[in-house]
């Protein structure tokens, strides 16, 4: 008989725990550097995005300002109480600004004046817009408040007088003084206005804005069609988009379309 040959075992090919491990850990590894890529692209994107929305809104509020400024009329408004209240001030307790503006669009034709009272309020940490559907004031309050933007840390307000230089307040004390509650004040505008104001992210921003000169007769007619028309509704929801026509530089026959009938 024949001798056998002693059997050998037959092990399977395969990888050994060391490797297994090597390859799990460098997996870790890439995942790991991959995930912490991704992570800062989108912190990166959404910070973008932030800074970006925040700017859109300084520039959105400055627009709104140049608008309010560049269109405005002499034209005195009435309070709740029926009294006087200069066309451009800065004496109100409430607000920093007061003004009051043409150029409401009205394009559904709604028998209302295209003139505006318009308010810049600063709270502290948030600049707003109060706009009125009409100049002089009813007991109901029917204002519309808008925040502009938020993250202001200082806003301040200067104007320029008949002689070039800048005051903090408009108009002066002897001439607050001097309007009555029956008598319509003929308090003129003044020259320009420098807005100052401090962001949280983009620093100290200022801007000067020339303002319109108007006669005491332009003025007169304003106010003659403002008191013919009676105030209206709102004709849309954002005044934005409804006061986007700017009346810097005027001529005589755009301030006619506008409203204003010069005497």
């Given amino acids: 008989m024949p001798p056998t040959k002693p059997q050998t075992r037959r092990y399977q090919q395969g990888f050994t725990l060391m490797e297994v491990l090597i390859a799990v850990t460098i997996t870790a590894v890439i995942g790991l550097g991959v995930w912490q890529v991704l992570n800062g692209v989108i912190s990166s994107r959404d910070r973008v995005n932030e800074v970006s929305a925040e700017f859109d809104q300084l520039l959105r509020t400055f627009l709104l300002m140049e608008r309010d400024l560049g269109q405005v009329v002499n034209r005195p408004a009435r309070n709740i109480y029926g009294d006087f209240e200069p066309a451009f001030t800065s004496q109100s307790e409430e607000f920093e600004l007061q003004l009051t503006r043409q150029g409401w669009r009205n394009p559904l034709g709604i028998r209302r004046s ?60 002897e001439a607050m003084a001097s309007i009555g509650t029956t008598v319509s004040p003929t308090v003129p505008l003044p020259l320009g206005v420098e807005i100052t104001l401090e962001h949280e992210r983009f620093g100290e921003l200022s801007r000067i804005y020339a303002l319109p000169q108007f006669d005491p007769a332009t003025a007169q007619g304003i106010v003659n069609q403002a008191n013919d028309q009676e105030p209206g509704g709102q004709s849309d929801t954002d005044d934005t988009e409804e006061s986007d ?10 301030n006619q379309d506008a409203g204003v009938n010069p005497q």
């Fill in 114 to 173: 295209e003139l505006q009272r318009v308010a810049w309020e600063y709270t502290g940490s948030e600049l707003r817009r109060r706009y009125w559907e009409s100049v002089d004031q009813g007991q109901e309050d029917n204002s519309h408040d808008q925040l502009m933007i938020s993250g202001i840390n200082s806003f301040s307000i200067r104007f320029m007088n008949d002689d070039r230089a800048w005051v903090d307040q408009w108009p002066s004390d």
């Fill in 245 to 254: 026509q700017d009346a810097t530089g005027a001529t005589p026959a755009d």
